[in-house]
């Protein structure tokens, strides 16, 4: 099951207009969480791959897709497009800030990218 997920961020990566991406999880929105990654990276894209999840199912998915990215081919676009500050273990889990939001809960997995060429 959880290949499914590597397999998803390698399609995603194999696209030209993807120049940089990180993976990580969060219990916040989404849509606040790119805000974020835009102000601090300057990534414009972000996708759920998971959702709902509890912190340690969120915990486990993050750290399976950081570990077989880092293993993967250093050569390999899946490698080579990872943010270099976070990559080769350099492993940063945190849900972020404390929520009043409801599902503050329930947590994602996603990958945030940008397209230098946009």
Same mark, same amino acid.
Request: one cysteine or more; glycine letters at 6%; a positive charge.
């Given at each position: 099951?959880?290949?499914? $997920?590597?397999?998803?961020?390698w399609c995603v990566?194999a696209?030209?207009?993807? /120049?940089?991406?990180?993976?990580? $999880? /969060?219990?916040r929105?989404?849509k606040?969480? *790119?805000?974020?990654? +835009?102000?601090?990276h300057?990534y414009?894209?972000?996708i759920? #791959?998971?959702?709902?999840? /509890? ?7 993050? !750290? $399976? #897709?950081?570990?077989?990215? +880092?293993?993967?081919?250093? /050569?390999?676009? *899946? $490698?080579?497009?990872?943010?270099e500050?976070? !990559? ?10 404390t ?13 945030? +990218? +940008?397209?230098?060429?946009?």
């Amino acid at each position: 099951m959880l290949e499914h $997920y590597y397999n998803t961020v390698w399609c995603v990566v194999a696209s030209p207009f993807v /120049t940089e991406y990180m993976v990580g $999880y /969060t219990r916040r929105p989404a849509k606040m969480r *790119l805000s974020e990654y +835009w102000k601090i990276h300057g990534y414009q894209y972000l996708i759920v #791959l998971a959702n709902g999840l /509890t912190l340690a199912d969120a915990a486990k998915l993050e !750290r $399976y #897709l950081q570990e077989n990215i +880092w293993a993967s081919a250093k /050569t390999g676009a *899946l $490698y080579r497009k990872y943010n270099e500050d976070r !990559r080769d273990g350099r492993h940063f889990p945190s849900a972020g800030p404390t929520s009043t939001i409801l599902e503050a809960d329930r947590h994602t997995v996603y990958m945030a +990218w +940008w397209d230098k060429k946009s």
